[in-house]
């Protein structure tokens, strides 16, 4: 069956820098675009970064351009989220999605000082 399992959630301090990734089984994931999403606190999911099959092609919501970098390995079934200068409105739980359809249980980022 379709897994989605997200890691690399913390606490950091504003300006630091986490990684996330998400690995994929239970499909043929060089088929699917990507997307990682994040839910703050009191706020409705919304999306963060989308990468299609190739890893050619990239979307970014615009309160993370500059700041985060999706992309993915194939060879690996990963997809990662560099983030960095992390704000404290970035705090929130991150989830990987499979297209339009499965998710990912999510990990937690929290920027604080």
């Known amino acids: 069956q379709v897994q989605l399992v997200e890691s690399g959630g913390g606490l950091v301090q504003p300006g630091g820098s986490l990684r996330l990734s998400c690995a994929a089984s239970?499909?043929?994931?060089?088929?699917?675009?990507m997307s990682w999403y994040r839910e703050a606190p009191g706020k409705e999911r919304e999306m963060v970064a989308r990468?299609?099959?190739?890893?050619?092609?990239?979307t970014y919501d615009d309160s993370v351009k500059g700041r985060f970098t999706i992309s993915r390995d194939n060879t690996r079934a990963t997809v990662l989220l560099q983030m960095n200068n992390l704000k404290p409105e970035d705090t929130a739980v991150y989830y990987c999605?499979?297209?339009?359809?499965?998710w990912g249980r999510g990990t937690r980022v929290t920027v604080s000082s």
């Open positions: 999605r499979r297209s339009f359809d499965y």
């Open positions: 990468i299609g099959p190739s890893g050619s092609s990239t």
């Open positions: 239970g499909f043929t994931f060089m088929n699917y675009f």
